[in-house]
């Protein structure tokens, strides 16, 4: 290494131990400080004199710098930047030990989190080459093909992981765990997202593949859990195998959050009917086409009871993929004539534009009873996504979303809450989202409720949603306590 990269880490050092002392001398007596801003910068130098160590080839002190830094700021490994850094370090000590599985399987997962899958994949692969019995590359491999949206070649392995290694398990973060926790998942069908859910917690995480016609050892399973979470939960998707999910988990024996007989009740159909005598709530009219059944604009039209303009989106989809407006029912025939292979929903569309002519899409979760805001999207039109929204680029807009954070309730009025709880209430599951607006009105106008709803962890953009985000988190663990007891 060179003089001046010398000099550079001996400044990060010295700088290392000025914001240590910065922290003794500054707490004051009795109080507990705040230390993130320190802690980010304490790991931004620790990343520094990494990438210093690494363009000197010096691979055994990069990971020991690399990995102080994500232990003193665990936010970071979610960043694109320090996954880039984190691939240039093990390609670079993969082409030393090219036969080393392990640094194959954190290469592939580090691909993985940055959406390169091809290149996930062939890691994977190679690692399952030169160990074929270390089953858990079969789960590494799996993912990545759901990724990938390859549904058939991820259910080949999957029945294949079923006979090898049902359970993928994800260690608590303390020893011992406070319960081992049970998830169902249906690969390629609609499930919970629970990675950032359940990771880092105190309890332990065991997950199981339900394949249509696969036989289930369900003493085995109830033999590894307190409780088990259902995350089969996508009503239009996974109807079919809903029934046997529901055998399954009642046969082990342990007590069931989300039970696979309440999903069908948050099927989009079902909601005006399910939330019809919920007051200060609005719900739009919903008429669902099936698949082969006769298209005629006159006949949707008198089932619909709804006049056009209207919304129209294919059943079991979330996105915001063809989900358009449409203007009169002929251009609906139109869309459906040519989509004959796949259901779709007719929406009544409900204005909920505010004021200002921005709309306006706020996110709770119901956590064991308590509502919870996520976030705010504004947009200045009426398909809102967070993520596709401009929200990066306005202040004003992030200062209105933190302030719904810090208090919702100057938001949604005692009646808005009222039709809350008796949301949750009427769709019975313990775990669960809403998307809803508010309309000219001051109604509580309802998007989408139901589990299938993601919290992640990512929020490096709008730092302030992170205590709101892990306050769910710290929720969602202490539910499953809860019930594992």
């Known amino acids: 290494m060179d003089t001046n990269a010398l000099k550079t880490i001996d400044a990060c050092q010295q700088k290392l131990a000025e914001l240590v002392q910065s922290i003794s001398q500054n707490t004051p007596e009795g109080e507990t400080p705040d230390v993130t801003p320190v802690a980010q910068e304490l790991s931004a130098v620790y990343v520094r004199m990494g990438d210093l160590l690494l363009a000197a080839n010096d691979f055994e002190n990069t990971a020991n710098c690399y990995a102080a830094a994500?232990?003193?700021?665990?936010?970071?490994?979610?960043?694109?930047?320090?996954?880039?850094?984190?691939?240039?370090?093990?390609?670079?000590?993969?082409?030393?030990?090219?036969?080393?599985?392990?640094?194959?399987?954190?290469?592939?997962?580090?691909?993985?989190?940055?959406?390169?899958?091809?290149?996930?994949?062939?890691?994977?692969k190679r690692a399952r080459q030169l160990d074929p019995k270390d089953a858990d590359t079969l789960w590494a491999i799996a993912t990545v093909q759901q990724n990938m949206d390859d549904d058939a070649a991820a259910a080949a392995t999957y029945r294949e992981i079923v006979k090898v290694k049902p359970l993928m398990t994800k260690a608590a973060n303390k020893t011992p765990a406070d319960f081992s926790l049970l998830i169902l998942f249906a690969p390629g069908l609609g499930n919970t997202p629970t990675e950032y859910l359940t990771d880092d917690q105190?309890?332990?995480?065991?997950?199981?593949?339900?394949?249509?016609?696969?036989?289930?050892?369900?003493?085995?399973?109830?033999?590894?859990?307190?409780?088990?979470?259902?995350?089969?939960?996508?009503?239009?998707?996974?109807?079919?195998?809903?029934?046997?999910?529901?055998?399954?988990?009642?046969?082990?024996?342990?007590?069931?959050?989300?039970?696979?007989?309440?999903?069908?009740?948050?099927?989009?159909?079902?909601?005006?009917?399910?939330?019809?005598?919920?007051?200060?709530?609005?719900?739009?009219?919903?008429?669902?086409?099936?698949?082969?059944?006769?298209i005629d604009a006159k006949a949707l039209e008198a089932r619909a009871s709804f006049a056009a303009p209207f919304?129209?989106?294919?059943?079991?989809?979330?996105?915001?993929?063809?989900?358009?407006?449409?203007?009169?029912?002929?251009?609906?025939?139109?869309?459906?004539?040519?989509?004959?292979?796949?259901?779709?929903?007719?929406?009544?569309?409900?204005?909920?534009?505010?004021?200002?002519?921005?709309?306006?899409?706020?996110?709770?979760?119901?956590?064991?009873?308590?509502?919870?805001?996520?976030?705010?999207?504004?947009?200045?039109?009426?398909?809102?996504?967070?993520?596709?929204?401009?929200?990066?680029?306005?202040?004003?807009?992030?200062?209105?979303?933190?302030?719904?954070?810090?208090?919702?309730?100057?938001?949604?009025?005692?009646?808005?809450?009222?039709?809350?709880?008796?949301?949750?209430?009427?769709v019975g599951l313990e775990y669960l989202g809403i998307d809803c607006g508010i309309d000219s009105d001051k109604n509580l106008v309802v998007f989408e409720v139901n589990a299938t709803m993601l919290v992640h962890g990512t929020n490096h953009e709008y730092p302030y949603k992170t205590p709101y985000v892990e306050a769910i988190k710290k929720a969602f663990g202490a539910m499953l306590k809860k019930y594992a007891a």
């Open 70 to 124: 994500q232990q003193i700021d665990p936010a970071l490994t979610d960043t694109t930047s320090w996954q880039q850094k984190n691939k240039a370090f093990l390609t670079a000590l993969l082409a030393q030990n090219p036969m080393d599985t392990a640094l194959l399987k954190l290469l592939g997962e580090t691909h993985r989190r940055l959406q390169e899958y091809d290149e996930a994949l062939n890691c994977f």
């Open 202 to 294: 105190p309890f332990e995480t065991n997950s199981y593949p339900v394949l249509p016609g696969t036989e289930h050892d369900a003493a085995m399973l109830g033999q590894h859990a307190q409780v088990v979470f259902n995350v089969i939960s996508e009503a239009d998707q996974d109807g079919a195998i809903l029934p046997e999910v529901s055998r399954l988990a009642a046969a082990t024996g342990l007590p069931v959050v989300n039970s696979p007989d309440k999903i069908a009740a948050t099927a989009r159909s079902n909601m005006p009917e399910l939330l019809k005598d919920v007051p200060h709530c609005k719900v739009p009219r919903i008429v669902r086409h099936a698949a082969g059944e006769p």
């Open 311 to 426: 919304l129209l989106r294919p059943a079991g989809t979330h996105g915001g993929e063809n989900f358009e407006t449409v203007k009169t029912f002929a251009a609906a025939e139109k869309i459906l004539e040519k989509e004959t292979g796949q259901d779709h929903y007719l929406i009544e569309y409900i204005d909920y534009k505010s004021s200002d002519d921005y709309f306006r899409k706020y996110r709770f979760f119901f956590i064991d009873g308590k509502i919870m805001p996520y976030h705010l999207a504004i947009s200045d039109t009426w398909k809102v996504h967070h993520e596709t929204t401009e929200m990066t680029e306005h202040q004003w807009m992030q200062d209105e979303e933190k302030s719904f954070l810090e208090n919702p309730e100057k938001v949604f009025s005692p009646e808005h809450y009222q039709a809350l709880h008796a949301i949750y209430k009427a």
